[in-house]
Protein backbone atom coordinates (compact mmCIF):
# COMPACT_ATOMS: atom_id res chain seq x y z
CA UNK A 1 0.00 0.00 0.00
CA UNK A 2 1.02 3.16 -0.57
CA UNK A 3 0.82 5.85 1.90
CA UNK A 4 1.01 9.97 1.68
CA UNK A 5 4.58 10.39 0.85
CA UNK A 6 3.92 8.45 -2.62
CA UNK A 7 1.73 11.83 -3.48
CA UNK A 8 -2.10 10.78 -2.09
CA UNK A 9 -3.58 14.65 -0.79
CA UNK A 10 -5.47 13.62 2.72
CA UNK A 11 -5.58 17.30 3.68
CA UNK A 12 -8.83 19.47 3.94
CA UNK A 13 -10.85 19.63 1.09
CA UNK A 14 -11.33 23.37 0.16
CA UNK A 15 -12.41 24.83 -2.82
CA UNK A 16 -9.24 24.74 -4.40
CA UNK A 17 -8.96 21.23 -3.71
CA UNK A 18 -12.34 19.96 -4.77
CA UNK A 19 -12.08 18.46 -8.57
CA UNK A 20 -12.95 21.40 -11.18
CA UNK A 21 -16.29 19.46 -12.20
CA UNK A 22 -17.52 19.29 -8.97
CA UNK A 23 -16.93 23.36 -8.14
CA UNK A 24 -18.36 24.15 -11.84
CA UNK A 25 -21.70 21.52 -11.06
CA UNK A 26 -22.08 23.53 -7.37
CA UNK A 27 -21.16 27.05 -9.15
CA UNK A 28 -23.74 26.64 -11.56
CA UNK A 29 -26.50 25.35 -8.22
CA UNK A 30 -25.38 28.96 -6.83
CA UNK A 31 -27.14 30.42 -9.78
CA UNK A 32 -29.59 27.82 -10.51
CA UNK A 33 -31.50 28.14 -7.36
CA UNK A 34 -32.51 31.41 -6.74
CA UNK A 35 -33.24 31.59 -10.08
CA UNK A 36 -35.39 28.76 -9.68
CA UNK A 37 -37.06 30.25 -6.53
CA UNK A 38 -37.54 33.33 -7.84
CA UNK A 39 -39.62 31.93 -10.52
CA UNK A 40 -41.70 30.19 -8.05
CA UNK A 41 -42.21 33.51 -6.62
CA UNK A 42 -43.51 35.30 -9.44
CA UNK A 43 -46.04 32.72 -10.42
CA UNK A 44 -47.78 33.24 -6.85
CA UNK A 45 -48.75 37.43 -8.41
CA UNK A 46 -51.40 38.05 -10.75
CA UNK A 47 -50.16 41.03 -11.33
CA UNK A 48 -47.46 43.93 -9.93
CA UNK A 49 -50.16 44.93 -7.96
CA UNK A 50 -50.22 41.98 -5.99
CA UNK A 51 -46.44 42.36 -5.47
CA UNK A 52 -46.41 45.73 -4.34
CA UNK A 53 -48.97 44.39 -1.42
CA UNK A 54 -46.34 44.27 1.10
CA UNK A 55 -48.07 43.07 4.81
CA UNK A 56 -46.17 42.43 8.08
CA UNK A 57 -48.10 39.65 9.16
CA UNK A 58 -49.22 36.32 6.71
CA UNK A 59 -53.20 36.06 6.54
CA UNK A 60 -54.01 32.99 4.87
CA UNK A 61 -56.73 32.61 2.11
CA UNK A 62 -59.95 31.74 3.25
CA UNK A 63 -60.49 28.15 3.23
CA UNK A 64 -63.60 28.17 1.70
CA UNK A 65 -62.18 30.28 -1.14
CA UNK A 66 -58.89 27.97 -1.94
CA UNK A 67 -61.13 24.48 -1.41
CA UNK A 68 -63.71 25.88 -3.91
CA UNK A 69 -61.16 26.75 -6.45
CA UNK A 70 -59.59 23.86 -6.59
CA UNK A 71 -62.09 21.51 -6.97
CA UNK A 72 -63.42 24.11 -9.99
CA UNK A 73 -60.30 23.63 -11.90
CA UNK A 74 -60.43 19.83 -11.00
CA UNK A 75 -56.77 19.34 -12.02
CA UNK A 76 -56.59 20.29 -15.18
CA UNK A 77 -53.96 22.16 -15.46
CA UNK A 78 -50.20 20.10 -15.86
CA UNK A 79 -48.78 19.61 -12.46
CA UNK A 80 -45.63 21.13 -13.26
CA UNK A 81 -47.94 24.67 -13.59
CA UNK A 82 -48.35 24.51 -9.97
CA UNK A 83 -45.23 26.78 -8.17
CA UNK A 84 -44.86 24.52 -5.06
CA UNK A 85 -44.23 21.79 -7.66
CA UNK A 86 -41.50 23.58 -9.17
CA UNK A 87 -40.10 24.68 -5.69
CA UNK A 88 -40.16 20.99 -4.72
CA UNK A 89 -38.58 19.88 -7.87
CA UNK A 90 -35.98 22.38 -7.22
CA UNK A 91 -35.32 21.41 -4.14
CA UNK A 92 -32.31 19.36 -4.36
CA UNK A 93 -29.94 22.41 -5.36
CA UNK A 94 -30.51 23.76 -1.68
CA UNK A 95 -28.23 20.84 -0.66
CA UNK A 96 -25.94 21.51 -3.21
CA UNK A 97 -25.27 25.60 -2.85
CA UNK A 98 -24.97 24.36 1.08
CA UNK A 99 -22.19 22.23 -0.05
CA UNK A 100 -20.59 24.93 -2.15
CA UNK A 101 -20.69 27.78 0.81
CA UNK A 102 -19.30 24.77 3.11
CA UNK A 103 -16.53 24.64 0.59
CA UNK A 104 -15.88 28.15 0.70
CA UNK A 105 -16.03 28.35 4.67
CA UNK A 106 -13.87 25.15 5.44
CA UNK A 107 -10.63 26.64 5.17
CA UNK A 108 -11.48 29.94 7.59
CA UNK A 109 -13.56 28.03 10.21
CA UNK A 110 -14.03 24.03 9.94
CA UNK A 111 -15.95 23.80 12.67
CA UNK A 112 -18.66 26.33 12.39
CA UNK A 113 -18.77 25.21 8.72
CA UNK A 114 -19.64 21.83 9.23
CA UNK A 115 -22.63 22.58 12.28
CA UNK A 116 -23.61 25.46 9.83
CA UNK A 117 -23.91 23.25 7.09
CA UNK A 118 -25.53 20.01 9.17
CA UNK A 119 -28.09 22.72 9.95
CA UNK A 120 -28.95 23.55 6.29
CA UNK A 121 -29.05 19.56 4.83
CA UNK A 122 -31.17 18.85 8.25
CA UNK A 123 -33.80 21.84 7.12
CA UNK A 124 -33.78 20.89 3.69
CA UNK A 125 -35.21 17.74 4.45
CA UNK A 126 -38.29 19.38 6.05
CA UNK A 127 -38.75 21.80 3.23
CA UNK A 128 -39.01 19.07 1.46
CA UNK A 129 -41.78 17.49 3.43
CA UNK A 130 -43.53 20.93 3.17
CA UNK A 131 -43.33 21.64 -0.41
CA UNK A 132 -44.79 17.91 -1.00
CA UNK A 133 -47.03 18.17 1.90
CA UNK A 134 -48.63 21.01 0.13
CA UNK A 135 -48.22 19.70 -3.41
CA UNK A 136 -50.52 16.58 -2.54
CA UNK A 137 -52.82 18.74 -0.93
CA UNK A 138 -53.63 20.67 -3.91
CA UNK A 139 -53.63 17.65 -6.08
CA UNK A 140 -55.45 16.12 -3.88
CA UNK A 141 -58.56 18.44 -3.20
CA UNK A 142 -58.68 18.77 -7.23
CA UNK A 143 -59.88 15.74 -7.58
CA UNK A 144 -62.70 15.79 -5.07
CA UNK A 145 -66.51 15.63 -5.85
CA UNK A 146 -68.25 18.87 -5.94
CA UNK A 147 -70.96 17.68 -3.73
CA UNK A 148 -68.30 16.53 -1.03
CA UNK A 149 -67.35 20.71 -0.62
CA UNK A 150 -68.54 21.00 2.93
CA UNK A 151 -66.34 18.31 3.84
CA UNK A 152 -63.06 19.00 2.07
CA UNK A 153 -63.32 22.86 3.32
CA UNK A 154 -63.54 21.17 7.12
CA UNK A 155 -60.63 18.65 5.74
CA UNK A 156 -58.59 21.15 4.40
CA UNK A 157 -58.88 23.73 7.66
CA UNK A 158 -57.81 21.30 10.11
CA UNK A 159 -54.73 19.61 8.02
CA UNK A 160 -53.14 23.30 6.93
CA UNK A 161 -54.48 24.55 10.46
CA UNK A 162 -50.81 26.51 12.38
CA UNK A 163 -50.55 23.26 15.38
CA UNK A 164 -49.42 19.45 15.73
CA UNK A 165 -47.79 17.69 12.64
CA UNK A 166 -48.37 20.85 10.21
CA UNK A 167 -46.70 23.20 12.66
CA UNK A 168 -43.74 21.01 13.67
CA UNK A 169 -43.32 20.36 9.82
CA UNK A 170 -43.41 24.40 8.79
CA UNK A 171 -41.32 25.48 12.00
CA UNK A 172 -38.16 22.58 10.86
CA UNK A 173 -38.36 23.70 7.27
CA UNK A 174 -37.53 27.02 8.14
CA UNK A 175 -33.59 25.66 9.57
CA UNK A 176 -32.70 25.88 5.94
CA UNK A 177 -32.45 29.82 6.04
CA UNK A 178 -31.11 29.57 9.70
CA UNK A 179 -28.21 26.93 8.88
CA UNK A 180 -27.79 29.23 5.09
CA UNK A 181 -27.42 32.06 7.19
CA UNK A 182 -25.07 30.94 9.32
CA UNK A 183 -22.99 29.67 6.22
CA UNK A 184 -23.05 32.70 4.78
CA UNK A 185 -21.78 34.91 8.40
CA UNK A 186 -18.60 32.28 8.46
CA UNK A 187 -17.56 33.24 5.65
CA UNK A 188 -17.21 37.08 6.76
CA UNK A 189 -13.17 37.73 6.94
CA UNK A 190 -12.62 35.09 4.39
CA UNK A 191 -10.59 36.56 0.97
CA UNK A 192 -11.73 37.39 -2.07
CA UNK A 193 -15.75 37.16 -0.63
CA UNK A 194 -16.82 40.73 -0.18
CA UNK A 195 -18.22 41.46 3.11
CA UNK A 196 -21.22 42.71 1.62
CA UNK A 197 -21.99 39.22 -0.28
CA UNK A 198 -21.97 37.60 2.79
CA UNK A 199 -24.85 40.07 4.18
CA UNK A 200 -26.36 39.88 1.04
CA UNK A 201 -27.25 36.19 1.58
CA UNK A 202 -27.97 36.61 5.19
CA UNK A 203 -30.46 39.33 5.05
CA UNK A 204 -32.24 37.28 2.63
CA UNK A 205 -32.48 34.36 4.56
CA UNK A 206 -33.60 36.90 7.47
CA UNK A 207 -36.10 38.04 5.31
CA UNK A 208 -37.58 34.44 4.61
CA UNK A 209 -37.41 34.16 8.44
CA UNK A 210 -39.10 37.41 9.31
CA UNK A 211 -42.12 36.87 6.51
CA UNK A 212 -42.10 33.16 6.19
CA UNK A 213 -45.34 32.87 3.59
CA UNK A 214 -45.55 36.20 2.14
CA UNK A 215 -44.69 35.71 -1.35
CA UNK A 216 -43.45 39.32 -2.00
CA UNK A 217 -40.77 39.67 0.74
CA UNK A 218 -39.47 36.28 0.43
CA UNK A 219 -39.09 37.41 -3.73
CA UNK A 220 -36.97 39.59 -2.34
CA UNK A 221 -34.75 37.63 0.09
CA UNK A 222 -34.07 35.22 -3.19
CA UNK A 223 -32.75 38.17 -5.22
CA UNK A 224 -30.62 39.12 -2.59
CA UNK A 225 -29.54 35.46 -2.34
CA UNK A 226 -29.03 35.53 -6.05
CA UNK A 227 -26.74 39.10 -5.60
CA UNK A 228 -24.26 37.98 -2.89
CA UNK A 229 -24.13 33.91 -4.77
CA UNK A 230 -22.44 35.51 -7.57
CA UNK A 231 -19.24 36.64 -6.34
CA UNK A 232 -18.90 33.32 -4.83
CA UNK A 233 -20.16 31.19 -7.49
CA UNK A 234 -16.57 33.37 -9.13
CA UNK A 235 -14.32 32.19 -6.19
CA UNK A 236 -15.62 28.79 -6.10
CA UNK A 237 -15.34 28.08 -10.26
CA UNK A 238 -12.11 29.71 -10.07
CA UNK A 239 -10.64 27.58 -6.72
CA UNK A 240 -9.72 30.77 -4.88
CA UNK A 241 -8.24 29.45 -1.58
Not at 135 to 158: H, Q, S, W
Not at 217 to 225: H, N
Amino acid sequence: MCGPPCGLNIGPMTSSTAPAPVRTILGWALIAFPCLFILVFILHFRGITDFLDFRLRYTPAAPDRVVASLIRAHNRWPMIHDPHVIAYLALPLFPLCAFALYLLGRAVRPIASAIALMITIAGTIYMGGLFGMWTAFYRGIGLVDPENLAGAIATFKAMTAPQGAFLLTTSLAKLTMIGMAAQALVLLGRRMVPAWSSICVAAGCALFLAFWDLDNWMLIGTVLLLIGFLPMRRMLVAGIR
